[in-house]
């Protein structure tokens, strides 16, 4: 079975600081892996997804991914906090074949500090 | 258009009510979703829904029925709940299942007296 690992229930930053979530994967076969956001009453948006092309996966808002398969780790990065980057962050994981199911992460809430 | 709707918003039941929720998408996807989302918790799936017949059921208790009238509608069926069913549901849909995004819905916030 596979499951992803969020470290970290809670990360504060400063507006402009980088921004690291962590997320882990265990799988027994390649994953595919995705970084997703919710706003506060709202439902899930993707942020970005590695579905075994390249490794470092862009997406949108200014966020990206690097999938290191030695470390196996999906974190998500971006280079300067905005106020509106507050949210929750879940990361998930699917297999390629059989059941084709998202699983998530515990989920770790960005706090964006002026 | 990637919009997955959901209605109502909102939903107030007594334990021995009969609700619906309901769901909708206009993407043309084959593959829908039902998560069940408590407070501070991830998503935890319920249903899958591919090609309108039901590939998954996670071990979800019977007083949730879920139905797939067509390929663009989901249901769930909601009778006799308990106080602890009471949390945000949301709809997904995908292309397929596997590595295709799923998009979803805003949910619908239920609350079982």
């Known amino acids: 079975a596979q499951s992803v690992t969020q470290l970290g229930s809670h990360v504060s930053v400063s507006e402009g600081a980088l921004v690291l979530l962590r997320c882990n994967y265990s799988s027994s076969v390649p994953p595919y892996l995705f970084w997703y956001v919710q706003y506060p009453n709202q439902g899930l948006q993707l942020l970005l997804k590695?579905?075994?092309?390249?490794?470092l996966v862009k997406g949108i808002n200014g966020f990206e991914a690097e999938f290191k398969k030695s470390e196996t780790s999906f974190h998500l990065t971006k280079p300067s906090a905005h106020m509106r980057d507050a949210a929750e962050y879940f990361c998930?994981?699917?297999?390629?074949?059989?059941?084709?199911?998202?699983?998530f992460g515990s989920g770790t809430r960005l706090q964006v500090q002026p | 258009d990637t919009e997955v709707t959901q209605t109502p918003k909102h939903l107030v039941m007594g334990m021995t009510n009969k609700k619906s929720l309901k769901c909708e998408q206009h993407m043309g996807h084959r593959a829908m979703y039902w998560y069940k989302q408590k407070a501070k918790k991830p998503p935890e799936l319920m249903f899958v829904y591919s090609y309108e017949k039901l590939s998954i059921n996670e071990s979800v208790p019977s007083r949730f029925s879920p139905e797939c009238p067509n390929s663009s509608l989901l249901n769930l069926h909601l009778h006799a709940l308990q106080p602890e069913d009471s949390a945000l549901y949301l709809c997904?849909?995908?292309?397929?299942?596997?590595?295709?995004?799923?998009?979803f819905g805003p949910g619908t916030r239920l609350t079982v007296l």
């Open positions: 998930a994981v699917t297999r390629p074949t059989g059941r084709r199911a998202l699983t």
């Open positions: 997904a849909s995908s292309q397929a299942t596997g590595k295709d995004t799923q998009y």
């Open positions: 590695y579905t075994s092309a390249a490794t």
